[in-house]
């Protein structure tokens, strides 16, 4: 054409280089899902081979929270009747009771850094699934499992 330009190579030149950045930027997205599954596999007892699906992950995991949860329970409420027996024997001896100030728990850099947010990896995934989904054009299919999936966490507990 007179102005110089080839608008059919433009336009191909174009799509390739949307395309060739949506997969970079999907390929880094998978990187970064693959490296929280992994952490999260590392962290978890009986995980730490690779393999199994990250449902099974997501399950393993959400069972091991609520192990947590009730040890921590069992361990609040043996600390409470142990301070009460403190108390008592402080009382029978004479001596005034034991005023403990509360430690000051700094969960910042460390603590933190190991928490992972199951709820955004769990996020991560349905998006992760959804977009391949989309991509194959399988929508229908993926509501039945995801349906079937909630039912099966649901059977679970």
């Known amino acids: 054409s007179s102005t110089g330009l ?8 174009g799509a ?8 970079a930027a999907e390929q880094k997205r ?16 009986d995980l730490q081979e690779k393999g199994g699906s990250k449902v099974y ?4 995991s959400y069972d091991f929270i609520l192990h947590l949860k009730s040890q921590n329970t069992i361990k ?7 301070a009460s ?7 029978r001896l004479g001596l005034p009771p034991f005023e403990e100030e509360e430690p000051e728990l700094d969960l910042g850099s460390k603590v933190k850094q190991e928490v ?14 959804q977009m391949s989904m989309e991509d194959r054009g399988e929508k229908e299919l993926g509501a039945s ?10 059977d679970d507990t």
Do not use: W
Request: hydrophobic share 30%; glycine share 2%.
């Open 6 to 13: 080839n608008y059919s190579t433009d336009l191909r030149t």
């Open 30 to 45: 998978r990187d970064h899902l693959r490296k929280h599954f992994d952490d999260l596999r590392a962290v978890l007892p």
């Open 145 to 154: 499992a995801e349906s079937g999936c909630r039912d099966m966490m649901e």
């Open 76 to 82: 609040d409420i043996r600390a409470e009747a142990l």
């Open 57 to 60: 992950l997501l399950k393993k």
């Open 85 to 91: 027996e403190v108390a008592e024997l402080r009382k």
């Open 116 to 129: 992972i947010d199951v709820d955004a990896i769990k996020e991560e995934v349905d998006e992760e699934e």
């Open 16 to 23: 390739t280089q949307r395309r060739t950045s949506h997969k």
